[in-house]
């Protein structure tokens, strides 16, 4: 499974996805691969194009909760550029270019403070990161035997 934690550090709660990939990093936990980046980018495909499963964590804006976690699907953007590309763009050329359909996943952290430049997260924002670990080693827990049973 790989797990790729996505947003800028330095603007605050947009820091959230990083902060919850290293977070899952320093866990060390087996059978999970963690990358750290600003955006989503092409180049993501093919490391997405090596694993059965992807979990796309980020910050969410005016989220309802402290976090969304929902299943996505391939999908063309309006736009192709280089930068800033969604987990559906990344799934899609995934298939595209490397042949492959991993299960993915968005799991939305919600953010709340955006506009400084200035490192860390808010109060709230660093709460709703706690509960998204939680529910993320939940899950996982569920998860990933099953994944690693239906291929044995």
């Known amino acids: 499974m790989l797990l790729i934690g996505y947003g800028n550090p330095g603007r605050g709660d947009d820091g959230l996805g990083p902060a919850f990939s290293e977070a899952m990093a320093a866990r060390g936990l087996p059978g999970l691969d963690v990358d750290t980046d600003y ?3 092409a180049e993501h495909a093919l490391a997405v194009s090596g694993h059965d499963l992807v979990v796309f964590a980020d910050a969410e804006i005016g989220g309802e909760k402290a976090f969304s976690f929902r299943e996505v699907s391939p999908g ?10 969604v987990p559906e763009t990344v799934i899609a050329l995934c298939e595209t ?13 919600s953010g709340y403070d955006y506009g400084e ?17 939680t529910f993320f080693l939940g899950w996982l827990a569920q998860t990933v035997p099953r994944a690693g049973a239906a291929h044995a």
């Open 39 to 41: 955006q989503l980018v």
């Open 76 to 85: 063309a953007p309006e736009v192709l550029g280089s930068h800033s590309l």
């Open 97 to 109: 270019l490397y042949g492959t359909l991993p299960r993915a996943y968005v799991l939305g952290i």
């Open 117 to 133: 430049v200035k490192e860390g997260l808010s109060e709230k924002a660093a709460m709703n990161l706690a509960d998204a670990e």
